[in-house]
């Protein structure tokens, strides 16, 4: 069984940066699979923020990050990142990591496993 756990969530203000990390588990590689960044804010619906496909390193953005978000992974760490610079008060959510296997060609909302959720607060 798949397993993801996420760190790095909390408080910053607008204009900052974190960081959240999902460590993976429960396979001997990660190869296969696509792994993803998703949030959901107080009465909002879940939306995709970014994915990426861990063979590859390819990545897709939800337009209203591109170029403040970055998503990677750490194959020797099976451990992927969500480093999130320029914060906005809208960015404020639960974020989730999950993971499928298999390829993406997106940011979407279709995986397999999830993490926990860790909460972004971001003060204007």
């Known amino acids: 069984q798949v397993q993801l756990v996420q760190s790095g969530g909390g408080l910053v203000q607008a204009g900052g940066s974190l960081r959240l990390s999902c460590a993976a588990s429960g396979r001997s590689s990660f190869s296969s699979y696509a792994m993803g960044w998703l949030r959901q804010a107080p009465g909002k619906e879940r939306e995709p923020v970014a994915a990426i496909n861990w063979s590859s390193g390819r990545t897709y953005y939800a337009e209203s990050v591109k170029g403040r978000f970055t998503i990677s992974r750490d194959n020797a760490k099976n451990t992927v990142y969500l480093q999130m610079n320029s914060l906005k008060p809208e960015d404020t959510a639960v974020y989730y990591c999950?993971?499928?296997?298999?390829?993406?060609?997106?940011?979407?909302?279709?995986?397999?496993?999830w993490g926990q959720g860790t909460q972004v607060t971001v003060s204007s």
């Open positions: 999950a993971a499928r296997y298999g390829s993406t060609n997106s940011a979407g909302l279709r995986y397999d496993y």
